[in-house]
């Protein structure tokens, strides 16, 4: 069974600083999205990440995949308020199925 | 832009009803999928559909159908709900075939079950 983890789940950081969300998964995989979720809204898609060593940059936010170590990071710079949500990694298995991780809940302070 | 529309925001129901939870995408998506989210369980996948009248049961099918007639419609069927049941549900479809196609999601629907 595939185990999709993110740590941290909970995280409060103050503006202009910098933090990196981790995703690890359990099963071969090299495909890899990030999703955000605004409280009382549903999921936007954010990357998606299709190979070893992709990279990909909007904004603040980074995100990258190391397939062999089952890693996907999620890197936040200089963060701003209006970052504040829930991100969501998920990884894509058999048939475009994605197995979602726990989620983990930012919240940037001024 | 996508657009995958739930028909119900909110839903509140007894024990033992019947319910049918409706989603429609206007973007001639092969895959359509429901899912299920719940505090610190992420989102669990309940059922997907390739094509018409095609279904797949996914992590957590129990206590679910589904039904998928025309191509844009996906209806999630809860045969006799229980209060384990109640949820946040969301609904979501992609395009088919290579994969790597983003799923676009909808609003949700908030179903509580008395």
């Known amino acids: 069974e595939l185990k999709v983890e993110q740590n941290p789940l909970f995280l409060s950081m103050q503006e202009g600083k910098n933090y990196t969300i981790y995703c690890n998964y359990s099963t071969t995989s090299d495909r890899l999205y990030w999703y955000r979720q605004d409280p009382g809204k549903s999921l936007e898609s954010l990357f998606v990440l299709l190979s070893n060593g992709a990279v990909k940059q909007e904004g603040r936010l980074m995100a990258s995949l190391d397939t062999k170590a089952r890693l996907s990071t999620l890197h936040i710079t200089a963060a701003v308020h209006d970052l504040s949500a829930t991100y969501f990694c998920?990884?894509?298995?058999?048939?475009?199925?994605?197995?979602f991780g726990e989620g983990t809940q930012l919240t940037v302070n001024p | 832009d996508v657009k995958v529309t739930q028909s119900s925001r909110y839903l509140v129901k007894r024990t033992g009803e019947k319910v049918f939870l409706e989603c429609v995408q206007d973007m001639d998506h092969e895959n359509m999928f429901w899912y299920r989210q719940d505090p610190g369980l992420g989102l669990r996948l309940i059922y997907f559909?390739?094509?018409?009248?095609?279904?797949e049961k996914g992590d957590i099918p129990e206590g679910y159908s589904v039904s998928r007639e025309k191509k844009e419609r996906f209806s999630l069927i809860l045969e006799s709900a229980s209060t384990n049941q109640t949820s946040m549900y969301l609904c979501?479809?992609?395009?088919?075939?290579?994969?790597?196609?983003?799923?676009?999601f909808g609003a949700g629907t908030r179903l509580s079950v008395l």
């Open positions: 998920a990884v894509e298995t058999s048939g475009s199925r994605l197995t």
């Open positions: 559909s390739y094509d018409v009248k095609m279904k």
């Open positions: 979501a479809s992609s395009e088919g075939g290579v994969k790597g196609y983003i799923q676009y």
